[in-house]
């Protein structure tokens, strides 16, 4: 047994009073009490493959517990449910002892998360998905609830963090990044506000460390201590332990520890965990009050800024799997109940908040806790996707070799969700008459191919679909070399009526002379959350022909050394030689008038900056003034033309290096926007390539979208980053609103938005070196990228077409069938409506786990839950949706600005029963 010693859970006998702040009751004794967090930071992913990473979560962990046994004083934290699942699956006798660890609380369970993610880049959903699963798994596995967050390396932290923390149920968040000569801030413990007006308790260490070296322990204490009297506060916290490969506290740490103690009588020693700390810093703050400390607004940021970059490889396939998942999710919860609700029960919505455990609904049923996915194939897939999100992976701080891991990963959640969207949809075909719309046709001649689309946003679409099939199961002989001449149909199934389209190219270029595949830009209307049905094939009868194609040009480039694309809201224009694409805008009066007139360019930058960026935070690598290049028009051409849509393809390319980009832009009739489908091709080394924006008249300042909320930045260099940035000065020609599905990275000056594409820095690399220096060592994101982005005027429709553009709607060919009668669905229909563009739609889960759609209208309804944010600087004093074709509004309770939360909605139990909202 260790010799005595003051390091106990229990004060020490009084230490010596210090002087009692002004305005302190005089009656109070203040003490220092040192609170020793004992860690063990782990990257599960960093300099080395998850592999290794896990197994040495286990090794960690299992070294800890024998500290337990060995030193009854030592405490220990450890977050992260991912580790803590290894633990459970292969080392069973080992989760064993942790759970008695925890149960005499000496082992504390902090964070509260699936995995230590990076908490400015993933989706607002994505990040607080991270809270709820983790909780959920500590609240089964343990029977705790954390409510102390733990972000020990993150690399700064969003201004929405406060948000989705309190919507998450958590109280407290301790963190280390940016530390203080980045961010100064005038005390260790402040008040973190969000726009909700949630309010964290935060603490960061003095020295901004989650570690320590072998060596160094006492003069990290004596450094603490010095800081604590500067302060004032009585409670402070000092973390330490080996840690970044796993480790933890030593046997010499703790020896050094309790020589430091018995040299300090005058301090309150305490072997400690977060949520200790955090509990005697408010029992602090209750008698010194609130104000003591400081409120915090806005977020806590920045550093090692080139991870808002780093390769996009892997930040390009991240965000794909994070839409896809997040929309086949909605789509399979949606389709689970709304197959069973119509012509149900009528449906009553309870509160509840995003951790709420979910024992028992108010009307005291049994329901199953947030989070069970409305397919239960897509938890293996959500849990894939936060591991990735963890803050050496997605900011691309990793090795070659452990990315090659981490794509295959996420390239089994694009597949989990396709599959359980598939599902979803194609169980809704089996309820519709997928034969309305049809026209009649000849004996032996193929019929139309209905196809479905499906909008998964929670208000009506009205857009420019691309819709191909094929026309006969063999490709057709009659029209050799006559496509033109193909009496080519599309129709409205609920209606019957012909539509307008515009025929374009196909995905391929195989057997060009032969007829067979066909693809068209038809513009639809789908309802909000819901569904409607086409026909498209041959139409021999000319019974149900649309707007034929007007000339063979619309499928054949055109190519010319300069293009002017014409009879559209927006004019692309493009010259051979120029260094922009020029736009001009058409009002319905006729008059033109140009928009962002300098042009969207493309530049080269020199970045031969490491992995992160500069490690000392070198102005110079977040200012990046060194313009290598300005890429020019190479070459250009019109790929379509139409009275729907128009589509100008333009490669841009440089002089002394070898980087290109090829931008195909589309505009469309009475479209109040452009869109970019952009393939960049990076051959150089350390350089940046970026797409560079007008914007003038703000003084560079513009609205990021972040996960969590917005922030309003100044110029400052490079800057992370999310979905869209509002740039320029709204209801002025310079207002220019950008949305991407794939980039991070931004800056701005006085006149121009510019968001980074890639950069070629090395793989896990802190060192600064030139482009030939080791021309051995691999360089992440040479070669291709490609991505879609947006550009528009229209700041206000910005946050949905980001949206739109992030999940488009999903266009899916079905089987002619006709259903069963009593079962049917109708061809064009809808589940759920926010008519409110503040009321943002974060998540749809349901409660039913097994089944996507049922035909029988016995079958007992699921319990949905609405996940919910207002997007606005103003409260929504009545939040309501439209639910199941239903013309009734459903109430959901005011909602504060900022605020995120949850509603579960529930068929009542009686069909006189009026639908109301319990805020609970």
Not at 357 to 385: F, I, N, R, V
């Amino acid at each position: 047994m260790p010799s005595a010693s003051p390091l106990l859970d229990t004060p020490l006998p009084a230490a010596k009073a210090r002087p009692v702040p002004s305005g302190v009751n005089s009656a109070a004794t203040v003490t220092t009490t040192l609170h020793l967090i004992g860690s063990a930071h782990l990257d599960p992913v960093w300099l080395w493959d998850w592999r290794e990473g896990m197994n040495e979560g286990i090794a960690t962990c299992r070294a800890m517990s024998a500290m337990l046994r060995e030193f009854p004083e030592f405490r220990f934290i450890r977050g992260e449910a991912a580790i803590y699942d290894t633990i459970e699956r292969h080392a069973p006798d080992l989760f064993a002892e942790i759970r008695e660890h925890v149960a005499a609380g000496r082992w504390d369970i902090v964070g509260g998360n699936w995995i230590q993610p990076d908490t400015n880049l993933p989706s607002t959903e994505a990040l607080l998905r991270q809270f709820v699963r983790g909780k959920r798994y500590f609240r089964e596995k343990f029977g705790v609830e954390v409510t102390a967050a733990w972000a020990a390396d993150s690399f700064g932290h969003s201004a929405g963090l406060p948000d989705i923390l309190a919507a998450a149920g958590m109280e407290s968040f301790a963190f280390t990044r940016p530390q203080q000569k980045i961010l100064p801030l005038r005390q260790q413990a402040f008040w973190w506000r969000g726009r909700s007006g949630a309010r964290i308790l935060a603490y960061r260490p003095h020295d901004g460390w989650y570690a320590s070296e072998r060596a160094n322990l006492g003069q990290r204490l004596d450094a603490c201590l010095a800081r604590a009297e500067t302060e004032g506060l009585q409670t402070v916290a000092l973390f330490y332990g080996l840690g970044n490969h796993g480790g933890g506290p030593s046997r010499a740490h703790l020896r050094e520890i309790r020589a430091w103690a018995d040299a300090h009588p005058e301090v309150c020693v305490k072997h400690s965990g977060l949520h200790a700390l955090f509990a005697d810093l408010r029992a602090e703050l209750a008698w010194r009050g609130d104000d003591f400390i400081d409120t915090h607004e806005g977020e806590l940021n920045f550093c090692l800024r080139g991870c808002s970059a780093s390769v996009a490889r892997f930040k390009y396939t991240y965000r794909r799997a994070e839409a896809a998942l997040l929309r086949a999710e909605r789509t399979a919860a949606a389709l689970a109940a709304g197959g069973r609700w119509h012509g149900l029960l009528p449906v009553k919505c309870h509160g509840l908040p995003a951790h709420d455990s979910g024992q028992h609904g108010q009307d005291g049923h049994a329901t199953k806790t947030h989070g069970q996915d409305a397919c239960a194939t897509l938890t293996p897939a959500w849990d894939t996707l936060l591991f990735n999100a963890f803050h050496d992976i997605l900011p691309g701080s990793a090795i070659e070799r452990a990315y090659d891991d981490q794509l295959a990963q996420l390239g089994s959640v694009l597949t989990g969700a396709q599959r359980a969207e598939t599902a979803a949809l194609t169980a809704l075909a089996s309820r519709i008459d997928t034969r309305a719309g049809a026209w009649p046709v000849p004996d032996d001649h193929p019929l139309p191919q209905p196809v479905l689309i499906w909008n998964p946003h929670p208000w009506p679409l009205q857009k420019h679909v691309e819709v191909e099939v094929s026309l006969d199961y063999r490709p057709i002989w009659t029209y050799p070399g006559a496509h033109d001449k193909a009496p080519v149909a599309v129709t409205e199934a609920a209606t019957g009526k012909p539509l307008p389209f515009q025929l374009i190219p196909e995905e391929n270029d195989s057997m060009v002379d032969l007829l067979w595949r066909r693809r068209a830009v038809v513009p639809v209307e789908v309802p909000p959350m819901g569904w409607t049905l086409l026909q498209m094939g041959l139409d021999p009868l000319g019974s149900g022909a649309g707007v034929p194609p007007a000339d063979d040009a619309q499928r054949r480039p055109i190519e010319r050394s300069v293009l002017n694309v014409q009879r559209s809201v927006f004019v692309c224009s493009a010259a051979i030689g120029s260094p922009a694409v020029h736009f001009t805008r058409n009002a319905p009066d006729g008059t033109a008038t140009p928009w962002l007139p300098a042009g969207l360019q493309v530049r080269l930058y020199a970045d031969t900056w490491g992995a992160w960026g500069g490690m000392r935070e070198e102005p110079d690598s977040w200012f990046l003034t060194n313009e290598l290049e300005r890429l020019t028009i190479a070459d250009t051409a019109v790929l379509e033309t139409g009275p729907l849509r128009h589509a100008t393809w333009v490669r841009f390319a440089g002089q002394n290096h070898r980087s290109t980009l090829e931008l195909t832009l589309y505009t469309t009739s009475n479209g109040e926007h452009i869109e970019l489908r952009a393939r960049a091709f990076l051959a150089d080394r350390g350089v940046r390539m970026k797409l560079v924006i007008p914007a003038t008249g703000a003084n560079g300042e513009a609205e990021f979208a972040v996960p969590g909320g917005t922030v309003r930045r100044a110029p400052c260099g490079e800057v992370p980053g999310g979905r869209w940035v509002r740039a320029g000065v709204e209801g002025t020609p310079s207002a220019v609103g950008f949305a991407s599905n794939a980039l991070y990275g931004f800056d701005t000056t006085q006149d121009e938005l510019r968001a980074t594409i890639a950069r070629t820095s090395r793989y896990g690399s802190d060192v600064n070196r030139a482009p030939s220096e080791r021309p051995w060592q691999p360089c992440a994101d040479l070669g291709e990228h490609v991505f879609r982005a947006l550009l528009t005027p229209d700041l206000a429709a910005l946050p949905r077409l980001a949206d739109e553009l992030e999940e488009p709607p999903v266009i899916l060919t079905v089987p002619s069938h006709s259903p069963v009668q009593g079962s049917r669905l109708p061809s064009h229909g809808f589940f759920l409506e926010i008519d409110n563009p503040a009321l943002r739609l974060l998540a749809l889960t349901s409660t039913d786990s097994t089944t996507l759609i049922h035909s029988s209208s016995n079958s007992v309804a699921p319990t949905l839950e609405l996940r919910l944010q207002n997007t606005s600087d103003l409260p929504i004093p009545t939040a309501t949706v439209r639910f199941l074709n239903q013309q009734t509004l459903l109430n959901l309770g005011s909602i504060a600005p900022g605020e995120i939360t949850t509603r579960r909605l529930v068929p009542a139990t009686d069909r006189r029963e009026a639908i109301h909202c319990a805020t609970g």
